[in-house]
């Protein structure tokens, strides 16, 4: 895994053995894409709420702190000080990091054990973007750490090559922002920018930052949230018709 000081590997590091870097070739990209992670990417099958109960136990002796909250499309650094809050306690930045520190490696063991898998088509998809001019990253709620701990098992941590977490702020709209800052460093100042996302704060915020929004429905969104998107996927198992919504292509 990467250092957790460092950004992700760019697709370029594993370009002898992974997919082909969609932002090696000569020319800029034109379309900037940001995807969730959690019911977007990959089902965790609860193993990030496991971990993250295990860490508030081992921390802070605390049961139960997610029991009764709806954080479907919410930060990890949302997370934890509401979870904290609830208990009557602060979260200070460093009891961010520390809760951080002891969550990743709760979350490496939670992972097989609930067997986490990609969403139908993922693979499919990421592979045939990394082959074309697009700048591929992550628009996600996850800390760095985990979004890497989640997707690298998985196979397909190194099609993205930086993006907005759960570090750089609470606020969905506020990492998304940080992300696409990161990534336009390997695009075109006027690329076209994507959301795909499964709730409706993954809509919100793709809307706040100017971007055009693709929702899928394999995630944890009820009915008649995602109706504010501009297309609405059942999953990104159809290649040409997630080609089509993300890009524009036939």
Excluded at 16 to 39: H, R, Y
Excluded at 67 to 75: D, H, I, L, P, T
Aim: hydrophobic content about 40%.
């Amino acid at each position: 895994m990467t250092s957790p000081s460092t950004p992700p590997a760019s697709n370029s590091a594993s370009a002898a053995a992974g997919p082909t870097s969609p932002c090696s070739k000569n020319e800029p990209a034109m379309t900037i894409l940001m995807f969730d992670i959690d019911g977007t990417l990959s089902l965790s099958q609860g193993a990030g709420t496991l971990a993250m109960t295990r860490t508030f136990k081992e921390l802070w002796g605390i049961s139960n702190a997610l029991e009764g909250m709806n954080f479907a499309g919410r930060s990890d650094s949302w997370i934890v000080p509401t979870a904290l809050a609830n208990q009557g306690r602060e979260c200070s930045p460093e009891d961010l990091a520390r809760f951080i520190d002891h969550y990743v490696p709760q979350l490496d063991r939670a992972l097989p054990r609930r067997r986490s898998r990609l969403c139908p088509g993922v693979s499919e998809l990421l592979d045939v973007l990394s082959r074309l001019t697009v700048t591929v990253g992550l628009g996600t709620g996850n800390f760095r750490r985990a979004a890497e701990a989640k997707l690298a098992p998985l196979g397909v941590w190194d099609y993205f090559i930086d993006g907005g977490f759960g570090d750089d702020h609470p606020d969905r709209t506020e990492l998304l922002a940080a992300g696409l800052e990161r990534l336009r460093q390997h695009a075109d100042d006027g690329s076209d920018v994507v959301v795909i996302g499964d709730t409706a704060h993954d809509i919100e915020a793709g809307h706040a930052i100017g971007a055009r929004v693709v929702a899928v429905r394999t995630g944890y969104s009820e009915p008649g949230d995602l109706d504010e998107a501009d297309v609405t996927l059942d999953d990104l198992s159809d290649l040409q018709e997630s080609l089509a919504a993300l890009l524009g292509v036939a």
